[in-house]
C-alpha cells in the first residue's frame, strides 16, 4: 500500500482587479468590463502529510458551478492513490459522465488534477518542469494587461515601457472595436512607440468576421507582429486555417476551448502558428500534455494563455521555446512570486508549482468544503460559508422586507431542501434574485 489521499478540500474565492479592464467583447457589447477573476482551488493532502495545490479559475461567470461540480465528484478520490494521475482523472470524467467531457465538467476537475501533478512533483522532491523533463530554465514572456482598450493610447504606451523596464520580453495590445481605422491607429502608435526590435502581439478576442480580419491581417503584414490572436470566432477552426494559409503574420487562438479534440482540429487543419492551450480551461495539466505532445509532432508554437504560476512550467518542459503570457491578476492568491529579467520568465525551483496560498486569500473566500479524515478520524464534509457557524444558509436578494431592495439571510438549519434560486419578479412585483441553499440535514 502506497501513500494515500487522506483529505480534500475546495474553495472559491473571488479576487478583485486593481480596475476593471475591456476588451473587443466589451467594447462589441457581449460582456460587461472585468472587475475580479473567480478561482476554485483544490488541496489535497495524503497520509503521510503531503499536500498538493491547484487551480482552475473563471471570469465573469462559471466558477459557483466548478465549484458545485467538484463537491460532487471530489470526494471519490478519499483513500485513493494520488499518484495514479491517469486512473483518478478517468475515475473523476466518468462519475460526471452525463454532463459531458468539456466545459464545466472538466474544468472542475483541473483544479484537482493540478493539485495531483503538484503533489506528484513534490513527493519528487522537484520542480514540476523537471518532473515532466524541462528543456530550459526559463521562458520567453510578454504583458497583456498594460494593453487593454480601456486605457487610452498614451497609458498604453507608458505602461509597455514600464513592462520592458521590468524585464518583459514582450508586448501585446487588444484590438478588435467596432472601429478597425481606431485599432490600427493605435497599433501602429505603439509600434513606432516600441521600435521595430520590440516583439508585438494584438489579440482581437473573437471579435471580426472572416473578411474584417482578413483586411486587418493584410494591412498590418508590414509591422512585423508575432501574431494576431483570436481574430475570429473560437470555434471556426475552417475560418482560421485559411487566414493562416492567406497572411504571413502566423495566427494564434486556442485559448477558450475545452476539449482535446477541440483543440486538435486546430492543430489537424493547420489554422495556427502558435497553439493556446490553457491548462484550466481544457480541464488540467493531463489534457494539456496530450494536446502539447500533438502540436509539437506538428511543428508548432506553444503560447499557452493566462495563469502564467502554472504555465511557466508547461512552457519550460515544450520542445519547441514559445512564449508564456504575464499577466499579474492572480498573483495576490499566492505568497511567491515569479522571477522576472532579460525578457525571461525563470521556472521556479520550489518543488511542484512552487507556491502556497497567501493568508490574505481568506478575505477573498466566498465557499470551501473539505472532506476526508476529520473529527477523530472520521470521514465526513466540513462546509465554510457566510452563514454563522457554519450552517447552511438561505440568501435572497431582490425587493425584500416590503418592497425594499435589500439582502436577506436567514439559516436553514433542520431541512432538506436542495438548493433552488429564482430570478424575476418577487415581493409584490419587484425584480429580484432570491437564492436558496440548504444543504445541511
Known amino acids: 500500500m502506497g501513500d494515500r489521499v487522506a483529505s480534500v478540500r475546495f474553495g472559491h474565492y473571488a479576487v478583485p482587479l486593481a480596475r476593471p479592464v475591456s476588451d473587443a467583447k466589451v467594447a ?13 482551488t483544490c488541496e489535497i493532502t495524503t497520509d503521510d502529510g503531503l499536500a498538493g495545490l491547484g487551480f482552475s479559475y473563471t471570469t465573469r461567470a462559471g466558477c459557483r458551478a466548478h465549484f458545485a461540480h467538484a463537491k460532487e465528484v471530489g470526494q471519490l478520490l478519499l483513500g ?35 493539485a495531483l501533478w503538484d503533489l506528484k512533483a513534490k513527493r519528487a522532491g522537484l520542480p514540476l518542469a523537471k518532473l515532466l523533463g524541462s528543456y530550459r530554465d526559463s521562458v520567453r514572456t510578454y504583458n497583456t494587461s498594460g494593453g487593454f482598450l480601456h ?26 472595436q467596432p472601429d478597425t481605422k481606431e485599432d490600427l491607429r493605435r497599433l501602429a502608435a505603439v509600434r513606432e512607440h516600441l521600435g521595430d526590435d520590440v516583439p508585438l502581439m494584438v489579440d482581437a478576442n473573437q471579435q471580426w468576421d472572416r473578411p474584417t480580419a482578413l483586411r486587418f491581417g493584410r494591412a498590418v503584414e508590414e509591422l512585423g507582429l508575432v501574431w494576431i490572436e483570436e481574430p475570429l470566432d473560437a470555434y471556426d477552426a475552417e475560418g482560421h486555417a485559411q487566414l493562416a494559409a492567406a497572411l504571413d503574420t502566423p495566427i494564434a487562438t486556442g485559448e477558450m476551448l475545452s476539449s482535446v479534440p477541440d483543440l486538435v482540429r486546430l492543430i489537424d487543419l493547420r489554422a495556427v502558428g502558435f497553439l493556446q492551450p490553457d491548462v484550466p480551461r481544457v480541464g488540467g495539466i493531463t489534457p494539456y500534455l496530450k494536446v502539447a505532445a500533438l502540436a509539437d509532432h506538428a511543428h508548432l508554437q506553444v503560447a499557452p494563455h493566462f495563469v502564467m504560476e502554472i504555465h511557466v512550467h508547461l512552457a519550460a518542459a515544450y520542445p519547441r521555446e514559445s512564449w508564456v503570457e504575464h499577466i499579474e491578476w492572480l498573483s495576490p492568491l499566492f505568497e511567491e512570486r515569479l522571477e522576472i ?13 512552487g507556491l502556497t496560498l497567501a493568508d490574505a486569500a481568506t478575505a477573498w473566500r466566498l465557499d470551501q468544503v473539505e472532506y476526508g479524515a476529520a473529527a477523530g478520524g472520521r470521514s465526513e464534509q466540513v462546509e465554510y460559508g457566510a452563514a454563522a457557524g457554519g450552517r447552511s444558509e438561505q440568501v435572497e436578494y431582490g425587493a425584500a422586507a416590503g418592497g425594499r431592495s435589500g439582502r436577506v439571510e436567514s439559516g436553514a438549519v433542520g431541512v432538506r431542501r436542495s438548493d433552488q434560486v429564482e430570478f424575476g419578479a418577487v415581493a409584490g412585483g419587484g425584480l429580484g434574485r432570491v437564492e436558496f441553499r440548504a444543504d445541511a440535514g
Open 341 to 353: 529579467e532579460g525578457g525571461r520568465m525563470r521556472v521556479p525551483d520550489r518543488p511542484g508549482l
Open 151 to 176: 486605457a487610452p493610447i498614451e497609458e498604453v504606451k507608458a505602461r509597455a515601457t514600464q513592462s520592458l523596464k521590468d524585464g518583459i520580453g514582450g508586448i501585446k495590445i487588444k484590438v478588435g
Open 28 to 40: 462589441t457589447g457581449r460582456q460587461r468590463p472585468l472587475s475580479q477573476i473567480d478561482v476554485l
Open 80 to 114: 485513493r492513490d494520488p499518484s495514479d494521475i491517469g486512473r483518478l482523472y478517468d475515475m473523476l470524467l466518468w462519475a460526471g459522465a452525463s454532463v459531458g467531457r468539456s466545459g464545466v465538467a472538466t474544468q472542475a476537475l483541473a483544479a484537482v488534477d493540478v
